[in-house]
């Protein structure tokens, strides 16, 4: 799942209009006047609709005959799209979203650093020493290499599971864990690379339990991270262990 690339004109038409529909500017079944909205944005009624196809792509909006263009349910929307989760951000609504994903990885990532644990082979040892070292690399770098070599880390945990569904869960985490990165990276923000050296090595180790309860002192990290970068809290029982 790429992000849309559209550049100049089209691309900004594209943003600033995703960013209305999820700020509520547009509310939910709402039909859009494309002949008013080229007007208040100076756009031709054919540049305005094909930014208006993007949109449609991601399930933001749809058209229906004598009605024309309107906003779609939220439950259609693509959540999980990299352009929606920064339009959701950028529309005020990053608390709920981090929030969101918070309580997922909590749900998934211990498990799967347990599963790594009983199942991890040497080629997978050897990926997460070398997202490790990139991780390393970039603590003090650009952004979106950080956000790179965490990604690369985090696909490495999945894939050392083999379980194909937890593999598959990488398209919950990417677009998410990538805005995450970079509004932490950018901020102050504790060194990296101590909680997954502690994750890689229980795994390497063959120690579930050990790897289970370091990515889960990981976790807690990564919020206390994205809180010192946002103004809206992530309710404390997202991250604490169920009993």
Known sequence: MSAYSGRGVHGQTVRLLGERVLAGEFAEGQTIDLVELS??????????REAIKVLAAKGL?????????FVRPRGDWNLLDPDVVRWQVAAGAGDVFFRDLAELRDALEPAAALLAARRREDGDVAELRAALGEIADT???????????????????LAATHNELFTRTDVFFSAGLSER???????????????????????????????????????????????????????EDS???PE
């Open 39 to 48: 007007e208040e944005l100076d756009l031709s009624l054919t540049a305005l």
């Open 61 to 69: 909006v749809g058209s229906r005959q004598k009605k024309g263009t």
């Open 139 to 157: 603590v003090d770098g650009q952004a979106e290499d950080a956000v790179r070599a965490d990604l690369r880390w985090h696909r490495a945990l």
């Open 181 to 235: 990165d970079r509004l932490v990276h950018e901020g102050d923000h504790d060194d990296p690379v101590p909680s997954h050296e502690a994750v890689t090595e229980a795994i390497a180790a063959g120690d579930p339990f050990a790897a289970e309860a370091a990515m889960r002192s990981l976790l807690t990290q990564a919020r206390q991270d994205l809180l010192r970068v946002t103004e809206h809290d992530v309710p």
């Open 239 to 241: 991250l604490e262990r």
